[in-house]
T-cell receptor, first 110, second 116 residues
Framework: GQNIDQPTEMTATEGAIVQINCTYQ??????LFWYQQHAGEAPTFLSY????GLEEKGRFSSFLSRSKGYSYLLLKELQMKDSASYLC???????????FGAGTQVVVTP | DADVTQTPRNRITKTGKRIMLECSQT?????MYWYRQDPGLGLQLIYY???????NKGEISDGYSVSRQAQAKFSLSLESAIPNQTALYFC???????????????FGPGTRLTVL
């Protein structure tokens, strides 16, 4: 079966750093995506990893270890607008299908 | 204009009614997907289509059907709605010609469906 785990909720202070972990066990692996979703809105793409290591995009970085079935999303210099749900999604085949985790709700406090 | 649109955005209906949710895209993508989202459960794949002649069941297709009327249009139907189909429904698209990060899925704004 497919299993993707991430914490339900995390709280952090404006300006701080938060790391959202994602572990996965899937029948196939063709890349790992992170999406941001504000309440009631569509998910939007944040980052992608297919090889081991760190990908950096401004305040957001994502890390992947394929041997450990593990990824994290690092959010630096948190802003109030970063309060959202962050979805970890694994590409499970070459046909573009994604398996999503339940999402991590990040709450940024002043 | 939005690249992926969904209609209606909100719908309240009664048990047993037939409902159709529509999705249109101007991105020129060949792949289209329907998901439902329930609190605490993430996005679950209902159906997906890789071109007009290709329709595939996802994880939770029971009680749903789809139609790919054209490359740009993908409709989801609930033949006889039931209360546990109350959820947020998203359509998404992707381009099979692209790889890696460019093969991301683009989501529509969602349809909030309530079945009473």
């Amino acid at each position: 079966g497919q299993n993707i785990d991430q914490p339900t909720e995390m709280t952090a202070t404006e300006g701080a750093i938060v790391q959202i972990n994602c572990t996965y066990q899937t029948s196939g692996f063709n890349g790992l995506f992170w999406y941001q979703q504000h309440a009631g809105e569509a998910p939007t793409f944040l980052s992608y990893n297919v090889l081991d290591g760190l990908e950096e995009k401004g305040r957001f970085s994502s890390f992947l270890s394929r041997s450990k079935g593990y990824s994290y999303l690092l959010l630096k210099e948190l802003q109030m607008k970063d309060s959202a749900s962050y979805l970890c999604a694994v590409g499970t085949d070459s046909w573009g299908k994604l398996q999503f985790g339940a999402g991590t709700q990040v709450v940024v406090t002043p | 204009d939005a690249d992926v649109t969904q209609t209606p955005r909100n719908r309240i209906t009664k048990t047993g009614k037939r409902i159709m949710l529509e999705c249109s895209q101007t991105k020129g993508h060949d792949r289209m997907y329907w998901y439902r989202q329930d609190p605490g459960l993430g996005l679950q794949l209902i159906y997906y289509s890789f071109d007009v002649k290709d329709i595939n069941k996802g994880e939770i297709s029971d009680g749903y059907s789809v139609s790919r009327q054209a490359q740009a249009k993908f409709s989801l139907s609930l033949e006889s709605a039931i209360p546990n189909q109350t959820a947020l429904y998203f359509c998404a698209t992707s381009d099979s010609r692209l790889a890696g990060a460019d093969n991301e899925q683009f989501f529509g704004p969602g349809t909030r469906l309530t079945v009473l």
